[in-house]
Antibody, heavy 123, light 108 residues
Framework: EVQLVESGGGLVKPGGSLRLSCAAS????????MNWVRQAPGKGLEWVSS????????YYGDSVKGRFTISRDNAKNSLYLQMNSLRAEDTAVYYC????????????????WGQGTLVTVSS | SYVLTQPPSVSVAPGKTARITCGGN??????VHWYQQQPGQAPVLVIY???DRPSGIPERFSGSNSGNTATLTISRVEAGDEADYYC???????????FGGGTKLTVL
């Protein structure tokens, strides 16, 4: 069974940093692209970042580019999101999602999602 | 940037058919995916590549995509279908994933 478990969320002050992790199990992580999607309280889904299976291709949404860094460690079955210079508008539940394809940016779908981790940016 | 437009809400009586639209410029030339999100839950894929259905998703869920509109159709709607629904496409011109704003389906 495919499982994705996010961790690392919490309360952080504006300008601070946080690193999210996503532990994958039930499949071979190195075979798939992975994604981060967030959802602010009471709002819709917003794509954050995608990384291809071998880290060849990385993409970021406009609102996080230059502040967030996606990475992965296939040997540890883990996906990461380093978030720097956090702002109040980054407050959201962050989901990791497995792509259906190895190559990011090919239009594959997000076949499996974790339950999310809440990030709150507030002073 | 590419924009996907969904109606904020759709209401339907039990047993009837619900249609949720997703509008975008020439969206018919893109592959559209649809997700269902129950309150407090993570999204679940219900339709991919316009009209394919993942295993475990009832046949009542179907999709189509042509011209400037993609449509998620839910036949014989049940109370358990009440949820938020999101469409998604990959915008190759910007190398960005785009989600629609979401549609809240209410079962009357």
């Amino acid at each position: 069974e495919v499982q994705l478990v996010e961790s690392g969320g919490g309360l952080v002050k504006p300008g601070g940093s946080l690193r999210l992790s996503c532990a994958a199990s039930g499949f071979t992580l190195s075979t798939y692209s992975m994604n981060w999607v967030r959802q602010a309280p009471g709002k819709g889904l917003e794509w954050v970042s995608s990384i291809s299976s071998r880290t060849t291709y990385i993409y970021y949404g406009d609102s996080v580019k230059g502040r967030f860094t996606i990475s992965r460690d296939n040997a540890k079955n883990s996906l990461y999101l380093q978030m720097n210079s956090l702002r109040a508008e980054d407050t959201a539940v962050y989901y990791c999602a497995r792509d259906s394809e190895a190559a990011a940016g090919t239009g594959g779908h997000f076949s499996h999602w974790g339950q999310g981790t809440l990030v709150t940016v507030s002073s | 940037s590419y924009v996907l437009t969904q109606p904020p809400s759709v209401s339907v009586a039990p047993g009837k058919t619900a249609r949720i639209t997703c509008g975008g410029n020439n969206i018919g030339s893109n592959s559209v995916h649809w997700y269902q999100q129950q309150p407090g839950q993570a999204p679940v894929l219900v339709i991919y590549y316009d009209s394919d259905r993942p295993s475990g998703i009832p046949e009542r869920f179907s999709g189509s995509n042509s011209g400037n509109t993609a449509t998620l159709t839910i036949s014989r709607v049940e109370a358990g279908d009440e949820a938020d629904y999101y469409c998604q496409v990959w915008d190759s011109s910007s190398d960005h994933w785009v989600f629609g704003g979401g549609t809240k389906l209410t079962v009357l």
